[in-house]
């Protein structure tokens, strides 16, 4: 929850994603939407649920194009939620 008691706008889009794993460029393509929005909103508990999304459910997926650059997001995010 954001301060203000409100949900941050990512959240749904992270647990679409996580819907999505069975294809997954699509999976990658709504966390890093979720992640742009969570940076976007300063919400590092919303990057740290998009960076435990990758690891825990694309671990085996790690080569594929559209995992590499929700890695190279995550990595750039570091800085906000380390």
């Known amino acids: 929850m954001r301060p203000t008691g409100r949900p941050a706008r ?3 889009l992270l647990e679409a994603a996580l819907v999505a794993l069975p294809e997954v ?3 990658c393509a709504l966390l890093r939407e ?3 929005l969570a ?3 300063g919400l590092p508990e919303a ?3 998009v960076r435990a999304a990758r690891e825990l459910r694309l671990a085996a997926h790690g080569k594929v194009p559209a995992v590499c650059d929700l890695d190279e997001e995550l990595r750039a995010a570091a800085a ?3």
Request: proline letters at 11%; a neutral charge.
């Open 34 to 36: 979720a992640l742009a």
């Open 47 to 49: 990057v740290t649920r």
């Open 39 to 41: 940076m976007a909103a």
């Open 25 to 27: 460029d699509h999976a």
């Open 10 to 12: 990512g959240i749904p």
């Open 80 to 82: 906000l939620a380390p």
